[in-house]
């Protein structure tokens, strides 16, 4: 009779170990490892953004500035992998460096190609610069979250109605996955 009970129990356990796990959490998405790619790990990547000077080349009065937009996977002569960036009002501000096929991956497949990012860039004396944050992991509901927030966020800043140490502090814990 106890060699049935250890049986039964090692058959739930085992069906559990298989079946089971649900680590679904209200801010993430699920990752398929079907293909030979790998996803990045969730949370918040970090880029250079590059072309900048030509995208932004001419554009008055602008040194420094916060922005809001997405990021969006193209193909172009130069990188087959291309991660293009763009701001709120659809203006390209450039690319991430050449070579990030996992990130082209990863947005490619959990998003459909296209995702929420956020950065800043600036112009040093006619040198453009600036980075991008890719968030990877979230679900679309905190995405919009992230945005519609972020956006104000973002304007508050740029108008100078809030200091760098309490726009970074805000945006932290707004994107915590």
Not at 51 to 74: A, C, D, W
Request: hydrophobic share 35%.
């Amino acid at each position: 009779m106890w060699y049935i009970i250890v049986l039964v129990v090692f058959g739930i356990l085992y069906y559990l170990s298989k079946f089971g796990k649900n680590e679904t959490t209200s801010n993430k998405v699920s990752q398929s490892n079907s293909s030979s790619y790998k996803f990045l790990k969730d949370g918040i990547h970090t880029y250079e953004i590059t072309g900048i000077q030509h995208y932004l080349e001419g554009k008055p009065n602008m040194e420094y500035r916060n922005f809001i937009g997405h990021v969006s996977t193209e193909y172009n002569q130069y990188d087959k992998n291309a991660i293009a960036v763009y701001d709120t009002d659809y203006d390209q501000i450039g690319f991430t460096p050449k070579g990030h096929q996992r990130a082209h991956h990863t947005i490619s497949k959990m998003y459909g190609g296209k995702v929420l990012c956020w950065g800043n860039v600036k112009n040093n004396n006619g040198f453009w610069s600036g980075y991008v944050n890719i968030p990877v992991g979230y679900n679309f509901e905190k995405l919009e979250e992230i945005y519609d927030k972020g956006i104000i966020l973002v304007k508050a800043k740029n108008n100078g109605d809030l200091s760098i140490h309490k726009f970074e502090s805000i945006f932290a814990k707004l994107t915590e996955l």
